[in-house]
């Protein structure tokens, strides 16, 4: 057998050949990119007549629809006690509710209206917080009713405001028949949710 026999078949084609066959697959790579990119894609022709455009109708921006009614959480910030309605400290007991509901009841606590004390904040034991549902433009009357239950005299007040879901409650002032009894301002925080 013969030296030449033996030789892979690739060895024996002339060099010509090979390089005739490398710049073959360099051409197709090549087209094959550039009809990738979009040099010659398939291109549809355009159209020779354009259909006038006729104009988009007008759409207006939607309204912002008003809330159907609002959640509204009271949150009793302080009370002023402007006459506690004895000569030292009382117990007194106040009940705040809005439009019939009971929200909540301040357990008896001693109020003193002496210059240094006169400002009662809640404790955090104590119920301070109702939610209650307005529709838009409706009224709803809060009642704060307040008693004394002393050994000597029993001393009670009372006192409303209007709520709106649209404004902050104004100071509700509670007094009693003859304010030397009893005289409280009431100062509440408002968050109106719409639903």
């Avoid at 910030?77 to 509710?97: A, L, P, R």
């Avoid at 439009?99 to 400002?119: C, H, M, T, V």
């Avoid at 109702?130 to 008693?147: A, D, F, H, N, W």
């Amino acid at each position: 057998m013969s030296d030449d026999n033996d030789k892979r078949w690739y060895t024996r084609v002339p060099a010509i050949s090979v390089a005739l066959v490398a710049f073959l697959v360099t051409l197709t790579t090549l087209v094959n990119n550039v009809r990738e990119i979009g040099g010659l894609k398939d291109k549809k022709p355009a159209a020779t007549v354009a259909a006038p455009a006729t104009p988009a109708p007008e759409v207006k921006p939607a309204e912002p629809k008003a809330p159907t009614r609002y959640s509204v959480v009271l949150t009793l910030e302080k009370i002023e006690v402007v006459n506690d309605g004895t000569s030292g400290s009382t117990s007194w007991t106040f009940d705040v509710s809005a439009g019939g509901q009971d929200l909540f009841e301040l357990p008896a606590r001693d109020y003193n209206d002496a210059e240094d004390s006169r400002i009662a904040t809640p404790r955090t034991s104590d119920p301070s917080m109702g939610r209650v549902t307005l529709v838009p433009g409706q009224e709803m009357l809060v009642k704060i009713g307040g008693r004394s239950g002393g050994l000597i005299s029993k001393l009670s007040a009372s006192g409303t405001a209007t709520l709106v879901a649209e404004r902050a409650l104004a100071p509700v002032k509670v007094v009693a028949a003859d304010p030397r009894d009893g005289e409280f301002i009431f100062h509440f925080a408002t968050a109106a949710t719409p639903q």
